[in-house]
């Protein structure tokens, strides 16, 4: 393919950044970091039907340091592309298309993930505590 | 000026010949999805123990191995039709042809997977 030499459209640089375009390239970002925690998933379900050996092998990859991590990572992720997810629907409907709501509807999903996944985690901290 | 048939106008498929399926497809997965993996988190979270036999014990129970099996097979048609958009918007040629067929190949492997670890640990 010969290279261009007209003048291309203004792409994603020439724009100052905004809560709504971040989201939706993070909403694609999750989207792909959860389907290889979808892949574990079936790991863990594959181990689980190979006997206790093969279990604890995956128990202990996932509870070792790195792989509490990932996981912490697609505790986030999964709550976020869930929350986005349910934004995405309601856009869908033709509701909330506005410019203010759709910024405001960006925090309070970014709101929740938070809060949904450090008390995800709340248990396991208490446990590691006492 | 109209330059559609009357045709395929009323069937309304666009010019791709299947309209709106994928995008539809893709909203009744998330759909699903929705109280099935919010079950698996609060499943997980609550769970005491983490050890294989109460694991087993626990997917033993109907509605875990009936939950999962609905899980597994909702999450990777999901996963197929998210990251063929993906792989259309960024990959081209040749590799997008490859990237696609090792797509859906991977994901109806991982149901397969899913589903016999499932059915075999539950009986």
């Known amino acids: 393919m ?7 459209s203004p792409h994603l640089q020439v724009y100052s950044w905004h809560l709504t375009m971040a989201l939706s390239i993070l909403h694609r970002m999750t989207g792909v970091f959860l389907s290889f925690g979808a892949v574990a998933l079936v790991i863990v379900l594959a181990s689980m039907a190979s006997g206790s050996n093969a279990y604890s092998f995956a128990h202990d990859a996932l509870t070792h340091p790195i792989g509490l991590l990932f996981l912490f990572a697609w505790t ?3 709550y976020f592309h869930m929350a986005n997810g349910v934004r995405h629907l309601v856009w869908d409907a033709g509701l909330g298309l506005g410019k203010k709501v ?3 509807s960006g925090w309070y999903v970014l709101a929740f993930a938070v809060l949904a996944t450090l008390a995800s985690w709340l248990p396991m901290a208490i446990g590691a505590v006492s | 000026m109209r330059l559609r048939t009357p045709l395929s106008n009323a069937k309304g498929l666009g010019s791709a010949g299947e309209g709106a399926h994928h995008w539809w497809m893709q909203r009744l997965s998330s759909l699903a999805l929705l109280p099935l993996t919010l079950w698996l988190a609060i499943s997980i979270v ?6 294989y036999v109460s694991a087993v014990a626990w997917m033993q129970t109907p509605v875990a ?11 990777f048609y999901h996963v197929q039709l ?3 958009v993906i792989i259309e918007d960024y990959v ?3 590799l997008k042809i490859a990237s696609l067929i090792a797509l859906n190949f991977t994901c109806i492997i991982m149901v397969f997977i899913g589903l016999y670890s499932i059915i075999k640990v539950s009986f």
């Open chain 2, 46 to 51: 609550l769970f005491p123990e983490m050890d």
């Open chain 1, 102 to 104: 759709a910024s405001s």
């Open chain 1, 76 to 78: 986030f992720a999964l």
């Open chain 2, 65 to 75: 191995a009936i939950g999962m099996s609905l899980l597994v097979i909702s999450l």
């Open chain 1, 2 to 8: 010969s290279v261009s030499q007209r003048p291309l």
């Open chain 2, 82 to 84: 998210g990251l063929q």
């Open chain 2, 92 to 94: 081209g040629g040749a």
